[in-house]
């Protein structure tokens, strides 16, 4: 199975576990329509075997080909970009995770190979457009608010530095901001040691195809991860 292909109905949602972010008001006068996926697994972190990649090269192949103007007119990927300009931030300077995905591939770059949740959190952020952040879930000081970031805003990201993620929306925890869809922070990313992840994927315009790419990336992290324990809900501010 790939891509958005579904071997099975769409499982249903027991909710065993905490899913659920607030969302605050001024950033929903920007965009009204977010929605939030949520996923949640117990998981074996290890390097992503021959088959996933497998699998996955084809996909990766036709991205690669991809033009850069092809990249921003993706439907997920241009709600998305509208959304930061809505913001009032410079979506080429603060690229999405999803769009920067992309343009790696375009300039032949390759797809990092960094673990099996990873990759797939990479994989499909890829395949679908939607910019997801994944998160250790036992290192989330719970309650979690999605907020606009302020100028104080700044937290070590992965791969990126320190991060200034003003007027970004930001996802903050009681230890302070630790997610956001350009990048998210080293305090609470996916390591070897990780049993829990929660995945969170953002649908700015309400539009893209959230409920059929959270049950795929579901039955790629039970065929590749060993994910038990798998939930997943979708979110809306109304």
């Not at 099975?8 to 605050?24: A, G, Q, T, W």
Request: hydrophobic residues 40%; contains cysteine.
């Amino acid at each position: 199975m790939t891509g958005l292909e579904l071997s099975e109905p769409v499982r249903l949602l027991f909710k065993r576990r905490y899913m659920h972010i607030d969302f605050d008001e001024e950033l929903l006068g920007f965009c009204p329509e977010l929605r939030l996926g949520h996923l949640i697994a117990s998981v074996d972190i290890a390097p992503s075997p021959p088959d996933f990649w497998e699998m996955a090269d084809p996909v990766l192949q036709d991205i690669s080909h991809m033009t850069a103007d092809a990249i921003r007119r993706q439907p997920v990927i241009a709600a998305s970009r509208a959304a930061y300009k809505a913001f009032g931030q410079d979506p080429s300077r603060y690229r999405l995770s999803a769009e920067a995905l992309h343009r790696r591939l375009m300039k032949d770059q390759g797809l990092y190979h960094l673990s099996n949740v990873v990759d797939m959190i990479n994989f499909v952020s890829l395949e679908s457009g939607f910019s997801i952040g994944g998160y250790d879930e036992d290192a989330i000081d719970k309650p979690v608010l999605l907020r606009l970031g302020t100028a104080d805003d700044i937290y070590p990201s992965i791969g990126r530095g320190h991060l200034n993620i003003k007027n970004l929306p930001v996802l903050v925890d009681r230890q302070g901001p630790f997610g956001n869809p350009t990048s998210d922070s080293a305090r609470t990313s996916i390591r070897p040691d990780t049993h829990h992840v929660w995945l969170v994927f953002f649908d700015f315009d309400g539009q893209g195809p959230l409920e059929a790419v959270l049950e795929s990336t579901c039955h790629l992290l039970e065929d590749f991860a060993g994910a038990r324990e798998v939930e997943y809900d979708v979110q809306s501010a109304d």
